[in-house]
């Protein structure tokens, strides 16, 4: 089974990730199951009296009850609560929406990997200044971690993580600055690719910054039942390069790279 730990700020979009991300695996017939370390917490929480609401109250109550279970009986008591009730081999994918604490993350990136919600969310009040807020803040991305970006719409939000299932990282940087939005309604199936060549990239990146290229919406290529990225040059709207082909990429980039030479 492989972990896959999800980090962030409250509010960040961590659980929409995972629904994302679980229902991506099991449209590609992965076994998969999907877990919270709060799960216990809450549990625990009903039996103080919390109403399920996370005001701020709620959300007090919750942090007292994992501290409280953290101080008397371990600092891993929740963790392995969840290992005992979701034991590694039960499924090919387990998904955790709810890592906070540096050795939840060690745990996930040992069993697996870490991903990162990142571009909104984030508490207010003394329920910000908790460990559990703050733990993570100044743990550096992993080498093997994803950062997902979430400052989008939800379609956008859904690019973002089809592109960390296909490739296990993507280059965030140029998905932001190409402005890759809204799929509507694509096939179960469709995937979206982006350009596999370093060259490409930084040239693309290169020449959107200076206005000379756009990248298009994404449009449905019935060939082969895939959604694909046009780039296209500014001055007369000329495609450059698709993200599957229709021209060589490395012909696409030394254009690019000609035309910014030849703006300076």
Same mark, same amino acid.
């Given at each position: 089974?492989?972990?896959?730990?999800?980090?962030?700020?409250?509010?960040?979009?961590?659980?929409?990730?995972?629904?994302?991300?679980?229902?991506?695996?099991?449209?590609?017939?992965?076994?998969?199951?999907?877990?919270?370390?709060?799960?216990?917490?809450?549990?625990?929480?009903?039996?103080?009296?919390?109403?399920?609401?996370?005001?701020?109250?709620?959300?007090?109550?919750?942090? %007292?009850?994992?501290?409280?279970?953290?101080?008397?009986?371990?600092?891993?008591?929740?963790?392995?609560?969840?290992?005992?009730?979701?034991?590694?081999?039960?499924?090919?994918?387990?998904?955790?929406?709810?890592?906070?604490?540096?050795?939840?993350?060690?745990?996930?990136?040992?069993?697996?990997?870490?991903?990162?919600?990142?571009?909104?969310?984030?508490?207010?009040? #003394?329920?910000?200044?908790?460990?559990?807020?703050?733990?993570?803040?100044?743990?550096?991305?992993?080498?093997?971690?994803?950062?997902?970006?979430?400052?989008?719409?939800?379609?956008?939000?859904?690019?973002?993580?089809?592109?960390?299932?296909?490739?296990? %990282?993507?280059?965030?940087?140029?998905?932001?600055?190409?402005?890759?939005?809204?799929?509507?309604? #694509? #096939?179960?199936?469709?995937?979206?690719?982006?350009?596999?060549?370093?060259?490409?990239?930084?040239?693309? %990146?290169?020449?959107?910054?200076?206005?000379?290229?756009?990248?298009?919406?994404?449009?449905?290529?019935?060939?082969?039942?895939?959604?694909?990225?046009?780039?296209? %040059?500014?001055?007369?709207?000329?495609?450059?390069?698709?993200?599957?082909?229709?021209?060589?990429?490395?012909?696409?980039?030394?254009?690019?790279?000609?035309?910014?030479?030849?703006?300076?």
């Amino acid at each position: 089974m492989k972990v896959i730990g999800i980090a962030g700020k409250a509010g960040s979009g961590k659980n929409t990730v995972a629904g994302i991300l679980a229902g991506l695996l099991l449209d590609q017939e992965h076994t998969v199951h999907l877990d919270a370390i709060a799960v216990g917490i809450k549990r625990a929480a009903w039996r103080c009296g919390w109403n399920g609401k996370k005001d701020e109250a709620g959300r007090a109550l919750l942090q %007292r009850v994992g501290d409280e279970g953290r101080s008397s009986l371990g600092p891993e008591w929740w963790l392995d609560l969840l290992r005992l009730r979701s034991p590694l081999g039960t499924a090919e994918f387990l998904i955790v929406p709810d890592i906070r604490l540096i050795e939840e993350a060690r745990w996930a990136r040992r069993n697996g990997v870490l991903w990162w919600v990142s571009g909104r969310g984030g508490l207010s009040g #003394p329920a910000a200044e908790h460990v559990t807020e703050m733990e993570l803040r100044g743990l550096p991305l992993g080498e093997s971690d994803t950062e997902i970006r979430n400052h989008g719409s939800i379609d956008e939000l859904m690019i973002l993580v089809k592109h960390a299932v296909a490739d296990g %990282r993507y280059d965030p940087d140029l998905l932001e600055l190409a402005s890759v939005i809204a799929q509507r309604d #694509p #096939p179960p199936s469709a995937t979206l690719d982006i350009w596999p060549s370093e060259r490409m990239r930084v040239a693309l %990146r290169a020449a959107i910054r200076a206005g000379q290229a756009i990248v298009r919406e994404p449009f449905f290529d019935d060939d082969d039942g895939e959604y694909r990225l046009e780039a296209r %040059r500014v001055e007369d709207n000329a495609m450059l390069c698709t993200t599957q082909g229709h021209r060589r990429v490395e012909d696409a980039a030394a254009e690019l790279e000609a035309m910014i030479a030849a703006s300076r």
